[in-house]
């Protein structure tokens, strides 16, 4: 009984979160831009039966403005309202670059002067740090990204009805964007965008849809389709025939009706290659990549500085081998990764630039075994670049080891910050952190910091 109860309340609960769609509409002044873009603030507003002093987030509102705005949804933290009517504007606000802004959920502020959209990111990094208590750790200026840059985009295709429609998806929604200009990506990766239409016009059925990754490699676009079903004989024909019109590096596929992991390749042109401290690299089809060549060469020169003098270095979540092959020859490099395509890829690379043995590799997820004690203790220097959710057992081991020097490499400083505090607990010293901007008008933020233990 006790049990059912507590399920039908979590039921009620859940539907105060919505509100009607004739709720009140509040006028209020915007306070400051919070962490995903929104602009910040409370109100009293009513939630169920009951006025509640609330934060509120508005969506394209930035912080001096005056706003008139209606509650949607309760989001537990606050309440996420709907922007109405703009009565005043901040004087920091500009004319978005693209005519999809506040549709595409692509970018979330591009109507922020580039100045105070560089100071809110930088921010990010710093609010972080403060609330763990490491509000005397440097942070320098971001390194920003320009307009044209982003090497890498998901292209989503759908029917919808008689209409194939080719985009992104909308903010917070399923729905698809039909995109006539992108100015994040590259030319040549937007460009592909109409044929990708064109080829796939006469074989999508009604309500079928087709995601298309497009990586900018060195010597060309690399395309991974994942597809409803496997394509026929005909299809594969026009696929190759595409790849050659359109210059491809390589295409490849995956399909829906199936399990297999591993992309089926059906046309390769010429070995996709990537560079990477001068050893070409040829990374799986579809494979994660830092987003800017200019932001990737920022983050291996830090990392290259912060390990130093380091003979021995372990790189954790090593990727395709995006920093250590950017290592100085002379270290050994042991490179550990969860995913074997990605570690052969590193192998092939290290093994075609001769490293030999001075480069190893290695299969291991670290959430569940991460290194510690004798295994850490060998090397001079870790190098570790996790996902979103960070390398929370990983630095617990590193505060209890002797490593003399780390570099932690993150996309997210909420969970960098976590991180940082318990490197910083266990005896480590931050020198600094180094925001790099890689995913322009967007709230996403990646940074390189470098800890020493000092010396005894």
């Known amino acids: 009984m006790g049990r059912g109860r507590q399920r039908s309340k979590r039921g009620r609960d859940g539907q105060r979160r919505r509100f009607a769609a004739n709720s009140t509409v509040l006028e209020l002044e915007i306070e400051r831009l919070g962490g995903r873009g929104d602009g910040l603030a409370e109100a009293a507003l009513k939630v169920g039966y009951a ?50 802004f506040m549709a595409c959920g692509g970018c979330a502020v591009q109507h922020l002067s580039d100045e105070a959209y ?14 763990v208590g490491l509000g005397e750790v440097p942070v320098a200026e971001l390194h920003p990204a320009a307009p044209g840059t982003r090497r890498r985009a998901d292209f989503v295709l759908r029917r919808i009805g008689a209409k194939l429609i080719a985009g992104f998806h909308e903010r917070a929604s399923n729905r698809i964007v039909e995109l006539s200009e992108c100015p994040v990506l590259l030319p040549e990766i937007f460009a592909l965008l109409e044929p990708l239409r064109a ?6 059925k009604p309500g079928e849809g087709v995601d ?39 295409i490849s596929y995956l399909a829906g009706d199936e399990t297999l992991t591993d992309a089926v390749p059906l046309a390769e042109r010429r070995r996709p290659q990537i560079l990477f401290g001068g050893t070409p690299v040829t990374p799986p089809p579809g494979a994660f990549l830092q987003a800017t060549r200019d932001g990737e060469a920022i983050i291996q020169k830090c990392v290259r500085d912060g390990v130093g003098a380091a003979r021995t270095v372990l790189d954790l979540y090593a990727g395709c081998g995006t920093l250590c092959l950017s290592l100085d020859d002379a270290a050994e490099r042991v490179a550990v990764e ?35 004690g004798k295994e850490l203790n060998r090397f001079e220097a870790v190098v570790l670049d996790p996902p979103r959710a960070g390398a929370r057992e990983q630095c617990v081991a590193l505060a209890a080891s002797r490593v003399p020097r780390v570099v932690y490499v993150s996309c997210n400083p909420a969970t960098f ?9 266990g005896g480590y010293v931050c ?4 925001p790099i901007d890689q995913f322009l008008w967007t709230p996403h933020i990646e940074l390189v910091a470098t800890f020493e233990r000092p010396a005894a």
Do not use: M, Y
């Open 338 to 372: 969860g995913d074997d395509s990605l570690l052969a890829a590193i192998r092939a690379g290290a093994d075609a630039a001769g490293l030999g043995a001075r480069l190893r590799t290695e299969r291991r997820d670290l959430t569940q075994r991460p290194f510690a």
């Open 431 to 434: 020198h600094g952190a180094t």
């Open 199 to 204: 080829l796939f016009e006469p074989v999508l």
């Open 417 to 425: 910050a976590r991180d940082a505090r318990a490197l910083v607990d």
């Open 212 to 250: 298309c990754v497009v990586n900018a490699l060195d010597n060309g676009l690399d395309v991974l389709l994942r597809l409803p079903a496997h394509p026929g004989l005909g299809f594969r024909e026009s696929l190759a025939a595409f790849a050659e019109t359109h210059d491809l590096a390589r």
């Open 118 to 131: 560089r100071g809110w990111k930088r921010d990010q990094v710093i609010q972080h740090l403060g609330r």
């Open 51 to 100: 006025e509640e002093t609330r934060p509120v987030f508005v969506p394209f509102a930035l912080p001096g403005e005056r706003v008139r705005v209606r509650p949607v949804s309760d989001r537990g933290e606050g309440v996420a309202c709907e922007l109405i009517e703009l009565v005043q504007p901040s004087p920091e606000r500009i004319d978005p670059a693209c005519a999809h």
